[in-house]
């Protein structure tokens, strides 16, 4: 598929099948929130989810029935399936959300499916802390279903050949851990199921132990395990983790947001027992380093500003809201309002840094990723050194990603077009900020938070945020999560519908 000529009925059918599958596996997830609220009582959330989950899953069968099947899926067809995903999938979680009463528009509730898919976290829910259980489990489920990568199910049950590359890919994903797509999907939700277990049990016994019934407890750490492991940021509660007062269940969270900002291949070296992967892999000395130097940056901030008199308690919050923010988590143990009016002026761009680059890749974390810093600095590093070598002399230098690979300048360049789009980003959303007449430092802050995939906000992001800054938003979580790629495919493609060549 060249789009350089328009598309055809067989290309379209083929993406609108792909994209059908996408709709009827997510809206098929519905059904297991709508158990629990019927098992519970909370008949109304209930039968809006059970509305939404047959509307989606109608529209998916109704398609696949209807439409041509596949065939062999190119490359290029996989690609603009999962930019197109990515947009209609949102829709239909949206209907249960509000059908619930919590919103003021299905914009609204079209804001927050997005950003629980694309593990974002920023919210304009009315009432957070009445909302049913069975909505609350629906927002964290959308939370785990997007950190795993929605296409990833179409690819485990569905798809094959080439157009399962390509909608692997266009979920920003570039690690093939097994010989094939298909099994690199299985062995993911086989970790993810395995690190559910392992973390929902911990936290469980962690919020137990601070006083919560066990019931209570449980429907809380499954919550806190799919935003933590997927840093996705969403809370059951309005004051997000500060609601637990609990230094043990921050300590579970950090460790599951650690797990999630590190990328499934790592996660397979791991399993197979290959520690020394931590230690020389180029992702995670990127990630020390900037650690390092973002947690002086927030301890030299609250010191200075003298935000905090005990030692412990400044130690406490700045490590937690750091890997929070590095992770793209997005959970704060801390009132937003602090973000902009109680941490002096140095914290809050120390978490700006960090939230900007990001975890690993292939991870569920977002932001700018810590391979294409290291790329960036390799290049950099030989055009200090080249210089000062003879004029016919060629560098050669490797890192270590899995395994020793030598540098490719035509890698870094790629590496450092994607970091300047995501800096763009950043910039546009706080361009739609100051517009919208909010501070430099808020609108830095949210624009960032909401492009990388984070979450952490300063309030800006709320119930009566007007619609043109939503849409902002929803475009830089859209963006930001795809990593650019499938979304310019998706461009590209519709581009050649309209100008393109029959």
Wanted: charged share 10%; hydrophobic share 50%.
């Amino acid at each position: 598929m060249t789009l350089a000529f328009r598309p055809g009925r067989r290309d379209l059918s083929t993406v609108a099948l792909l994209v059908s599958r996408a709709v009827l596996v997510v809206s098929a997830a519905m059904l297991v929130p709508a158990a629990l609220g019927f098992a519970t009582g909370e008949v109304d959330s209930a039968v809006a989810l059970t509305f939404g989950a047959c509307l989606g899953i109608s529209t998916g069968a109704l398609a696949d029935l209807l439409l041509p099947p596949a065939g062999e899926i190119r490359w290029g067809e996989g690609m603009v399936a999962s930019g197109l995903t990515w947009l209609v999938c949102p829709l239909f979680c949206a209907v249960p959300l509000y059908l619930s009463g919590h919103f003021g528009s299905f914009l609204q509730a079209y804001f927050d499916a997005m950003s629980a898919l694309s593990c974002t976290g920023l919210s304009v829910l009315h009432d957070l802390d009445h909302l049913a259980d069975s909505m609350n489990l629906w927002r964290h489920l959308m939370q785990f279903l997007g950190g795993q990568g929605i296409v990833l199910v179409v690819l485990t049950f569905f798809a094959g050949g080439g157009g399962a590359v390509g909608m692997y890919a266009g979920e920003a994903r570039e690690d093939k851990i097994l010989p094939n797509v298909r099994r690199t999907a299985q062995f993911i939700w086989r970790a993810s199921l395995v690190y559910f277990l392992i973390g929902s049990t911990a936290l469980t016994v962690a919020l137990q132990a601070g006083g919560m019934r066990v019931t209570s407890a449980a429907f809380h750490a499954v919550n806190l395990f799919f935003a933590a492991f997927d840093t996705g940021g969403f809370s059951p509660r309005s004051s997000s983790i500060g609601y637990y007062h609990s230094a043990a269940v921050e300590a579970v969270l950090i460790v599951l947001m650690v797990a999630g900002a590190v990328s499934f291949a790592v996660h397979y070296r791991l399993w197979q027992g290959d520690g020394r992967e931590l230690l020389r892999n180029i992702e995670m000395r990127v990630l020390a380093v900037t650690s390092t130097g973002v947690f002086a940056m927030l301890a030299f901030g609250l010191i200075g500003e003298g935000v905090y008199a005990d030692g412990v308690a400044a130690f406490r919050r700045a490590i937690f809201q750091l890997v929070s923010a590095h992770t793209g988590a997005g959970f704060a143990s801390v009132p937003s309002a602090v973000f902009s009016s109680g941490w002096g002026a140095m914290a809050p761009v120390a978490l700006v840094v960090a939230m900007g680059i990001g975890g690993m890749s292939g991870s569920t974390a977002g932001g700018i990723k810590a391979i294409r810093l290291g790329l960036t600095a390799k290049m950099v590093e030989l055009v200090a050194r080249q210089p000062s070598l003879p004029p016919d002399a060629y560098l050669v230098t490797g890192y270590h990603h899995l395994q020793r690979q030598r540098f490719r300048p035509d890698a870094a360049r790629a590496a450092l077009v994607v970091l300047l789009l995501f800096i763009a980003l950043y910039v546009a959303g706080t361009a739609a900020g100051l517009y919208h007449g909010h501070p430099l430092t808020e609108s830095l802050f949210e624009s960032t938070s909401a492009a990388a995939g984070v979450g952490l906000s300063t309030g800006i992001a709320s119930p009566s945020m007007p619609s043109t800054l939503m849409v902002t938003y929803i475009s830089q979580m859209y963006l930001g999560r795809l990593e650019f790629l499938s979304a310019l495919a998706l461009f590209g493609y519709v581009g050649a519908m309209v100008r393109g060549r029959v």
